[in-house]
């Protein structure tokens, strides 16, 4: 295993098993975004890592605004450090937002096959096969084509 696959892991392994599953309000969600991104960043650091080959993104969707009922989940991707401003401002000017959870990029350049290079994975809010395959999209679509396709 790679350094970067047993930062995963760690990471992994340390998350809450139980969701609490219920709404969370724009702040807590960001709060939580956030929390979970240094983590991740920080064991990175830790391990000897760039902490720039991390990427994070907090998974909403709006299914009681009218004209988005119908968009499985949208992403907001965070900033480097200093546009956290910006995200926090994207964030609270969403209308009625479901927060599904955190979309995690993570880049192992010391992966032997270019498959295993770029893995994403998820962290839920909320449990439930709705709010599941919501995520499983956004996760599914950010694997196709990266941060830079999904919808801001």
Same mark, same amino acid.
Request: hydrophobic share 40%; charged share 30%.
């Given at each position: ?12 392994? @340390?998350?809450?098993?139980?969701? &609490?599953? $219920? ?7 960001? !709060?939580? #975004?956030?929390? +979970? ?18 990427? @994070?993104?907090?998974?909403?969707? &709006?299914? $009681? ?7 499985? !989940?949208? #992403?907001?991707? +965070? ?74």
């Amino acid at each position: 295993m790679t350094k970067t696959q047993v930062v995963r892991r760690r990471f992994m392994s @340390a998350l809450p098993r139980k969701i &609490q599953n $219920r709404e969370l309000s724009p702040m807590e969600a960001m !709060a939580r #975004t956030m929390e +979970l991104f240094d983590r991740l960043r920080n064991e990175m650091e830790d391990a000897g890592l760039n902490k720039n080959h991390a990427y @994070a993104g907090l998974v909403y969707c &709006q299914p $009681r605004t009218k004209g988005k009922e119908h968009v499985l !989940a949208e #992403t907001i991707v +965070l900033p480097k450090p200093e546009g956290i401003a910006d995200f926090a401002n994207k964030v609270i000017a969403l209308d009625k937002p479901l927060f599904l959870g955190v979309l995690f990029h993570q880049h192992d350049p010391d992966a032997e096959k270019a498959k295993y290079k770029n893995r994403v994975f998820v962290w839920p809010f909320m449990a439930g096969p709705e709010a599941e395959g919501r995520l499983l999209k956004a996760r599914n679509q950010q694997a196709e084509g990266g941060f830079k396709k999904v919808t801001n």
